[in-house]
């Protein structure tokens, strides 16, 4: 039995041997080579060739060599795969495929490997090319960002609003600054244009030594920050550049919103898609529209002469200077946004308000068109969008809408109410503005009761006119519904669908949970002007395409701006309704309290004004509002802490009209 058992291990250990002999005879170097292959692809896709054999050089200077090529790729690392191997006895060729992320965009590229067996060890010719294609010695890669043109902002018949305009850029230069001063001197910078000093200090303190450490834009030197000023500073330096800009600092500027540095709080919600430097916009349009207008910045790989060691711009020896275009994505513009704004009007308006000290706005719509042709906040508003969220109790202008609703119940102009010098509901006591006319008190006409605004014969409507009948009557006229042709950020009202008692007689008076915008008062009134709902518009290619020449959305003609309704019972303006309305809006005009609109030059004016209280003063603060029609153009004024509507308001309302012609 033992010897049974020694002739089974010889004759296995003999296969053993046969079988071992016939793979090494096999076996012609393509494995060793494939797994140096391998390694290779391994190593550079680490960016570290380190564990490598490599000929021609070694692995220290290879690796710097391989991270100076790179090193503006910061930290992005490439994928690299060994593609098929061709051997040919102790040499070897693979190609390799590189694929870097650049950004949203893919650079891929193949070089080529050699490999030499040396004994039983396969190793690397070094030389550049392996890293990108025909990469000469002496020269790196360059990645640079193809800046891409932003898009500006159009007016009213492609007027520019927003457009590149020359700018100054005040920093410090810290070459031209001794090291010593550099603190001092950011101080001193920061003191005169009005920066935060020990935070623009920090800033300055943790840049680069070469840096130029931006501080303000300006758009030309001020009294405070002269070109002389600046000289004193040791290292303070402006440069010449362009900004997209409106035509002043504040031109529409709650509507419009602003242009500037990407923030580190954009930056970081931006998810990689905008980097240090970028030009963002931040509020209004530019922050909606930021993508659109903004466009999309192209990319560059180019081969360029490493920096000679003792000058920064010479070109290593060997190379030729001339960089080298590897690899490149244009820059896509940004589109131009095109709005309805008329720039001279909106001028007009905030010269209008320039003097007014609580929050304000003046709005005015084209009726025909539903375009806006100005959205005014004044300065008392310091930067808020008042002319299109601001949220008011429109108090007696929120009459068109009782006055409506009361039709649609049989009433005409010529119908009589009752104004009285008060009225009790529910124990609470209502009462006309002081100063009202005794001559317009007792039976009146619905069209006189709106023209001095008797607030006693509307509240004694309510038995007649629901809560639900005011907020169809109100959708009916544009307002207290969705915008959908505006494209910009706006409230247009709200009109609570029930309410009793108290409540329900101040909605009778545009008080309580009844709320509007300037906007959605000039809206009410272009309802009027057109003879349907208007549904506003300001932006006129949301989407980025052409633009209609007329102004109107693709979905929706000039002639009919219709608006969508949010309230079940609803239904549209009709011309005979918007006729008595304007009746009853000249009267305001004619033997109203808003007389001296009528010595306002070209088409008839229709008007109604509206003052509502809000707060817990005694006596209360009140909103001042007056809406007006004249032929093409509604408008709103809106004072927020003003008194009576026909005295702040009007007065503004008048030398908007009359300058505008």
Same mark, same amino acid.
């Given at each position: ?28 170097? =393509? ?6 292959? @391998?390694?290779? &692809? #391994? ?33 992005? @690392? ?119 000093? %020990? ?15 931006? #501080? ?23 440069? %010449? ?34 980097? #240090? ?96 042709? &100005? ?29 409506? &609703?009361?039709? =649609? ?52 409507? =309510?038995? *007649? ?19 959908? =042709? ?26 309580? *949970? ?47 701006? &219709?608006?969508?309704?949010?309230? %079940?019972?609803? @239904? ?35 008007? @109604? ?53």
């Amino acid at each position: 039995m033992a010897r049974v058992g020694k002739t089974k291990i010889l004759v296995t250990g003999l296969t053993a041997l046969m079988l071992a002999g016939s793979l090494a005879a096999c076996d012609d170097g =393509r494995a060793g080579a494939e797994g140096a292959a @391998k390694q290779l &692809a #391994a190593s550079l896709a680490a960016l570290d060739v380190g564990p490598l054999a490599l000929e021609g050089t070694d692995t220290a200077a290879a690796n710097e060599q391989l991270r100076a090529v790179f090193a503006d790729f910061g930290e992005t @690392k490439p994928a690299v795969a060994a593609g098929e191997l061709k051997l040919d006895g102790d040499n070897a060729t693979v190609p390799l495929n590189y694929s870097w992320k650049l950004g949203s965009a893919e650079w891929k590229y193949s070089s080529q490997a050699e490999l030499k067996k040396s004994g039983d060890k396969w190793s690397v010719q070094w030389n550049p090319a392996l890293l990108a294609p025909e990469l000469n010695d002496g020269e790196v890669l360059d990645v640079a960002t193809l800046s891409a043109k932003r898009g500006g902002i159009l007016g009213a018949g492609d007027t520019p609003i927003v457009q590149d305009r020359k700018v100054i850029r005040v920093g410090l230069d810290k070459t031209k600054v001794d090291a010593a001063r550099v603190d001092s001197s950011a101080r001193a910078l920061a003191g005169l244009v009005g920066l935060d000093v %020990a935070e623009y200090a920090k800033q300055v303190a943790a840049s680069g030594p070469q840096a130029f450490v931006e #501080a303000i834009v300006l758009r030309g030197f001020t009294a405070e920050i002269t070109e002389a000023k600046l000289k004193a500073i040791p290292g303070a330096a402006t440069l %010449a550049d362009t900004m997209p800009l409106a035509p002043t600092r504040g031109f529409a500027r709650p509507v419009l919103g602003a242009v500037g540095s990407a923030s580190a709080e954009q930056i970081e919600k931006s998810k990689g898609s905008l980097k #240090a430097g970028d030009v963002v916009g931040t509020g209004g349009l530019q922050e909606k529209y930021d993508s659109l207008l903004r466009g999309k910045d192209g990319l560059v790989v180019a081969a360029v002469p490493a920096s000679k060691e003792g000058g920064q711009d010479a070109p290593a020896e060997g190379t030729t200077g001339e960089p080298r275009t590897l690899f490149e994505i244009p820059a896509t513009d940004g589109t131009s946004l095109k709005t309805t704004l008329d720039v001279k009007l909106q001028q007009l308006a905030e010269a209008t308000l320039e003097d007014t000290g609580p929050a304000s706005a003046i709005v005015a719509i084209r009726p025909s068109t539903g375009a806006v042709l &100005a959205a005014a906040s004044g300065p008392g508003s310091n930067g808020y969008n008042t002319a299109m969220l601001g949220q008011y109790a429109p108090g007696s202008t929120f009459k068109m809408v009782d006055s409506l &609703a009361m039709f =649609r119940n049989g009433m005409t102009p010529d119908s009589k109410v009752e104004c009285t010098p008060t009225i009790t509901v529910d124990g609470r006591t209502f009462k006309n503005a002081e100063g009202y006319p005794a001559s317009s008190l007792g039976s009146v006409t619905l069209r006189d009761a709106f023209a001095h605004s008797c607030n006693t014969a509307f509240i004694g409507a =309510r038995d *007649k006119v629901s809560q639900e009948q005011l907020e169809s009557a109100a959708t009916s006229l544009g307002v207290a519904v969705e915008a959908p =042709r505006l494209g910009a950020d706006a409230f247009l009202g709200s009109v609570p669908g029930t309410a009793e008692g108290t409540e329900h007689a101040a909605s009778m008076i545009g008080q309580g *949970k009844v709320l509007l915008s300037p906007l959605a008062a000039a809206v009410m009134a272009a309802s009027v002007g057109h003879g349907a709902p208007v549904s506003p518009q300001l932006v006129l290619n949301p989407d980025g395409g052409d633009a209609p020449a007329d102004g109107a959305s693709p979905s929706s003609s000039a002639a009919s701006p &219709a608006a969508p309704s949010t309230a %079940a019972n609803s @239904k549209p303006l009709t011309k005979a309704e918007a006729a008595a309305l304007s009746d009853m809006m000249r009267a305001v005009v004619t033997s109203g309290h808003a007389g001296f609109l009528a010595q306002v030059p070209g088409a008839p004016v229709g008007a @109604k004004t509206g003052t509502a209280e809000f707060g817990n003063d005694s006596p209360p603060k009140t909103h001042a509002w007056i809406v007006a029609v004249h032929g093409d153009l509604a408008v709103a004024v809106f004072v927020e802490d003003g008194g009576l509507g026909a005295t702040t308001s009007g007065p503004l309302l008048k030398e908007f009209l009359t300058a505008a012609g």
